[in-house]
């Protein structure tokens, strides 16, 4: 019986210690213009929160893409493939990331399809 209520003890430690560390991820909504994001040139963000980046592309005439690189590090290589969209957003259609968890620090968003200016991202 004590190994009993000891282990019940222990699956609901688990169950609701896993409830509390779980977090639902925040939907940052950005819209793409022609050569340029229509609402956000500066995003504030927590470190070691998630996120999902939707992307919609309103009104640019050939597909559109995403990319989050830390700041000056704007290379293929240094992207954050999460950030990537699912698939690349013709006019008129939005995309979504994975789920995105940054460090502290700064970091930087562009459209290298729709050629438009690198703007910050500051996670605190």
């Known amino acids: 019986m004590k190994n009993l209520i000891k282990n019940l003890s222990l699956i609901l430690t688990l169950l609701i210690g ?9 939907v940052i909504q950005l819209t793409q213009v022609q050569g340029d994001f229509k609402e ?4 504030n963000l927590k470190a ?9 592309n309103e009104g640019v005439d050939h597909k ?5 690189t830390p700041k000056g590090k704007t290379t293929q290589e240094h992207h954050i493939q999460n950030a990537y969209v699912q698939e690349t957003i013709e006019n008129g259609s939005s995309s979504r990331s994975k789920e995105v968890i940054l ?3 700064e970091y930087e968003y562009f459209c290298p399809m729709n050629p438009t200016p690198h703007y910050t991202i500051v996670v605190n």
């Open 18 to 26: 896993g409830n509390a560390i779980a977090q639902e991820a925040k």
């Open 40 to 43: 956000k040139k500066e995003l």
């Open 48 to 56: 070691g929160e998630a996120y999902i980046f939707e992307v919609t």
């Open 64 to 68: 559109v893409g995403f990319v989050i």
């Open 103 to 105: 460090k502290k620090g």
